[in-house]
Structures are given as structure tokens and as C-alpha cells.
């Protein structure tokens, strides 16, 4: 298994967007995020959503000319804010989302290889380690 020198397979980065949120009964505008990376966003906000709910998240870059929309789902909800997920997001989402954690990570060669130890957002296996039936 890969390892990270931290226990997170993405790295962090300080930004704050304003994000749409969608869920099934309710649609939210929320003003700012604390971090983002390429599995998930923090919505800073005391209005949570409970863990657990699927969401559609769209984050506004700039003056709302360029957006990213993601299905995603609710991880942690607590009272400044909540942990979204993301889940699913088209290629020119994830490709901006790229683009926006290398422009402000503090380290881009760490994120470059994270990028490259990942098929999109889910981890690549290491085959040397995957279990073969027996034969």
C-alpha cells in the first residue's frame, strides 16, 4: 500500500469559494469554504446538513463565470461547518479542481503525486499487493 506522509490521500488547501448546495427537499447557498482538495470540501456555515446526505455541490469560481459541480455526500456535519465528500464529477470538474488545488497548495509536488498514485479520485492498487485466486 502506498503510504502519504499524512493520513490523508489528498492534500488540503486553504480557499474560499461560495458553494451551491442541492439535496433531495432543499437547495442552499453558502458564502465560504475553509478547504478543499480533490475528494471533498468544508463549508463554513452553522446551518449543516446531517452526515450522511447525498448532495449535488457547486463550487463558484471567481464571479461566477466558471463553475464546478459535483455529486457528493455529507461526512461530517458539525457546528461550524460541514465535510462534504465528492463522489462523482465530470472530467472539465475535475480537471478545473486540479488546476485550482495546485494553484494554492503550498507544496505542488506532493499534489502532483498524489494526482499520479489516484485514477481520479479513487486510490490506483499497488498489483504487486493484490491477491491473486488460488490456483
Request: aromatic residues 6%.
Amino acid at each position: 500500500m502506498k503510504q502519504y506522509p499524512h493520513p490523508r490521500a489528498f492534500t488540503r488547501v486553504p480557499v474560499h469559494l461560495a458553494v451551491d448546495v442541492v439535496w433531495e427537499g432543499g437547495r442552499r447557498h453558502f458564502e465560504c469554504t475553509r478547504d478543499l482538495c480533490m475528494k471533498g470540501v468544508y463549508v463554513m456555515d452553522p446551518e449543516t446538513l446531517s452526515e450522511g446526505t447525498p448532495c449535488e455541490v457547486t463550487l463558484w469560481l471567481g464571479e461566477g463565470e466558471v463553475r464546478l459541480t459535483l455529486a457528493g455526500k455529507v461526512v461530517r456535519s458539525e457546528a461550524q461547518g460541514m465535510a462534504i465528500e465528492f463522489l462523482e464529477m465530470p472530467v472539465e470538474s475535475y480537471e478545473h479542481l486540479q488546476r485550482l488545488v495546485l494553484y494554492n497548495s503550498n507544496d505542488v509536488a506532493q499534489v502532483e503525486r498524489e494526482l499520479k498514485e489516484h485514477c481520479g479520485i479513487r486510490e490506483i492498487p499497488d498489483l504487486d499487493e493484490t491477491p491473486v485466486g488460488d490456483a
